[in-house]
């Protein structure tokens, strides 16, 4: 193990386990402005009037009228509304803000405005929905010949559903107006420079006239990757208009209800096979936006390169949509896109393997793609592509191949196992030219006369533990102790935008900046003067650039690599189906902390069997969400957890620092392709969709799936 990867104590660690941590809802409470909103109960319909009874002295409505610069909230594209004007197009659509003294006399306003609706039809469902937001189409070798050349064919289709982010700390900013009429945003998030473009746009104001400040997050998972944009313009525009700091924390219903989640997905596939080579495959895949845009045009891209998986097929053909809905918008969530793909492609190949009479497992490995292969997009893999060993490893600490064909043969009494293994892989960091054409990522490094040293970035510490693992780069570069090293929250007034908190970028690409500026810094130093260094991301020489509109070249730079065995128990009598074991071995690069690498892995696996199993979410019929609790949304609890088992491997990646790269997404991408083959072996039968929750075993076993 390289020494870098030795575990610390975690830099917010005493903060956070004395109780001392300043989150959103600890601020003091005097001096602020509650903020509630009033929400859409229609699905779509056109607002005709509102009736808002006498408020108050001190209490105030805030609605469109009050948005002193564009009602858009600037996301990727600007059709998400700050506040509705003429029409609704969800349940939960925000129409206005109440914002007064007391909490509770906000609330009760808010229960006595009548809202008369022109109700117009709305879509609900994704097969019905003529409103394409975003399609791709790529491909590459000859589809129709590999087709009529195939030994066998198949078509299948796949079906996911929604899954919530489920972090403990609720969504949740305050906004004040400062004397010079600078906007001020500080609470829960993932990425302050979002923020701050988006107020900049509602608020009409310049980039110096808006601060945006982190402060400690409990959790995110995606979930306030895009969110927060909007209700920081909310809360900036009534800050504005009442002149008083205005504070919004969401309860955990409205969070659950109405604030972003993962796209549900239907795809199609179908397959060639000749001999035991896949040598084609026609993929169409569409997600579920919701109502608004927001992040699924990069959501979805994700998604589609994905979309054949970790093996290497010659014919493709890939169209992609993500459609319209009138339903909560989807946006970020951990795996972005990639989940649902995976999760298709990995079941397809155990059911192509099923009707070929061999093993998965041996499909796959003649299948897998290899260091110098072209990826999906006929980009390359540059870079060494270590899933041979780690199936070894996972098959030998999992007895895989022994229980897989044992729980083959028919099994007898009420109780029933199976065993499934899923491939996959994670493209680290923005997909395509992202980081070098809007990002452009800038770090300082602050030396104080004293010797100290400020890690000057915009990326948060959202749990992930970027504080402690920036600290430890620039430690080591410099040949300081680590408390000499100072990360705080960032504050948009004093660092630099180094980009967001997302898609396993922080590390490998700002952590690399900074290890650069740290050697910069090093070899510059003077005792006892006040030094900053900057450093600017350049795109590594060796990709060929991708082409967005023909969906070509190098999506990523590289890519982490994961391998998971799920073991299951169902329960013929009562149909709880059990994980009894869970083994899997991640390729993140090195690891720059091994206690955080192995704890977000063990943490992602849960929440990957929780997305396959039990996270079930839908809307009614009238577009509501209903599984708007967690007595009415089930997550796994520590009761859940089962005997794991996580192994790193470290195939280093020479441009990132000391070789790490992504790892965050790695065990949500995967679990769902293991839990479904475990599944199926279970209950001797084919599965084609998630979650598979109780419920759909006990289908099974009345013979009604
Ligand atoms: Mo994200 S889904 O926070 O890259």
Redesign the pocket.
């Known amino acids: 193990m390289e020494q870098i990867s030795s575990s610390v104590i975690k830099k917010d660690h005493f903060s956070k386990v004395s109780g001392q941590a300043v989150y959103a809802a600890d601020y003091s409470k005097d001096e602020v402005l509650f903020g509630q909103l009033l929400r859409s109960a229609k699905a779509k319909a056109r607002i005709l009037n509102i009736s808002v009874p006498k408020l108050p002295e001190g209490y105030f409505v805030v609605d469109e009228n009050d948005v002193p610069g564009v009602n858009r909230v600037s996301i990727v594209l600007d059709d998400t509304p700050v506040f509705a004007e003429e029409g609704v197009e969800y349940i939960g659509d925000p129409i206005l803000m109440i914002v007064g003294p007391v909490e509770e006399t906000v609330q009760e306003i808010i229960t006595k405005i009548v809202v008369e609706y022109e109700e117009l039809k709305p879509v609900l469902d994704l097969r019905e929905s003529d409103e394409v937001f975003f399609e791709y189409n790529y491909g590459k070798g000859d589809i129709q010949k590999a087709f009529a050349e195939a030994d066998k064919v198949y078509m299948e289709e796949f079906e996911t559903g929604y899954q919530e982010q489920a972090y403990l700390e609720t969504n949740g900013l305050i906004a004040k107006i400062q004397d010079d009429g600078k906007v001020t945003i500080n609470g829960s998030m ?1 990425c302050p420079y979002y923020l701050h473009g988006a107020v900049a746009k509602a608020m009409g104001a310049t980039a110096d006239k808006v601060q945006i400040i982190q402060d400690v997050t409990g959790g ?3 979930g306030k ?1 895009d969110y927060p944009s909007i209700l920081a313009c909310q809360a900036a525009v009534a800050a504005y208009k009442v002149k008083k700091p205005v504070r919004v924390i969401f309860g955990r219903r409205e969070d659950m209800e109405f604030t972003s989640k993962r796209h549900p997905s239907l795809t199609k596939y179908r397959i060639a096979v000749k001999g035991n080579k896949v040598t084609a495959m026609d993929i169409d895949v569409i997600y579920n936006s919701g109502a608004y845009t927001t992040l699924s045009a990069v959501v979805l891209q994700r998604g589609l390169i994905c979309a054949s998986g970790v093996y290497d097929v010659p014919n493709l053909k890939v169209r992609g949509r993500a459609v319209k809905t009138n339903t909560v918008p989807c946006g ?5 896109g990639a989940p649902q793909t995976f999760f298709a492609v990995e079941t397809l190949m155990n059911h192509v393997a099923k009707d070929l009479g061999i093993e998965a497992l041996e499909l796959k490995k003649l299948n897998l793609v290899k260091q110098g292969n072209f990826t999906s997009t006929s980009g390359k893999y540059h870079f060494p592509v270590p899933l041979p060993e780690m199936i070894e490893k996972v098959s030998e600490v999992s007895d895989y191949l022994k229980k897989h064909k044992y729980y083959n043969r028919s099994q007898a009494g009420r109780y029933r196992r199976g065993i499934g293994m899923s491939m996959i892989f994670h493209g680290a960091g923005f997909t395509g030219s992202g980081e070098r054409d809007h990002i452009k990522a800038v770090t300082k490094l602050h030396k104080y006369p004293d010797g100290r040293v400020e890690i000057l970035a915009s990326n948060s510490d959202i749990g992930q533990g970027i504080k402690t693992t920036f600290s430890k780069i620039v430690a080591k570069e410099l040949e300081i102790p680590l408390d000499k090293v100072i990360c705080e929250n960032p504050d948009t007034d004093r660092v630099p935008d180094s980009g967001p ?4 970028r922080s590390l490998m690409v700002v952590g690399e900046l900074l290890r650069r500026a740290a050697v910069n810094l090093r070899l510059n130093w003077i005792p006892g003067e006040e030094q900053v260094v900057e450093e600017h991301y350049k795109e590594p020489d060796f990709m060929t650039s991708f082409n967005m509109d023909k969906f070509e070249g190098d999506a990523y730079p590289t890519y982490s690599w994961g391998v998971i065995v799920i073991e299951v128990e169902v329960d013929l009598l009562t149909a709880a189906n059990t994980v009894i074991g869970a083994w899997a071995s991640f390729d993140v690069g090195t690891p720059i902390d091994v206690n955080i690498v192995t704890g977000q892995m063990e943490g992602g696996l849960l929440q990957g069997i929780g997305y396959s199993s039990m996270e079930y979410m839908t809307a009614d019929k009238k577009g509501r969400i209903r599984n708007n609790s967690y007595s009415d949304y089930l997550i796994p609890t520590s009761l859940d957890v089962p005997n794991l088992m996580v192994m790193l491997h470290a195939e280093k990646y020479p441009y990132g620092p000391y070789g790490a790269k992504g790892a965050g ?1 790695l065990p949500l991408v995967g679990a769902p392709g293991a839990y479904i083959e475990a599944m199926e072996q279970a209950l001797d039968t084919d599965l084609n969709h998630i979650p598979f929750t109780a419920e759909d075993t006990m289908k099974v076993i009345m013979g009604e799936k």
């Open positions: 993932q995110g998972f995606g990757e970020a969530f951990r795996g972005f908190t997302v898609a396993s997404e």
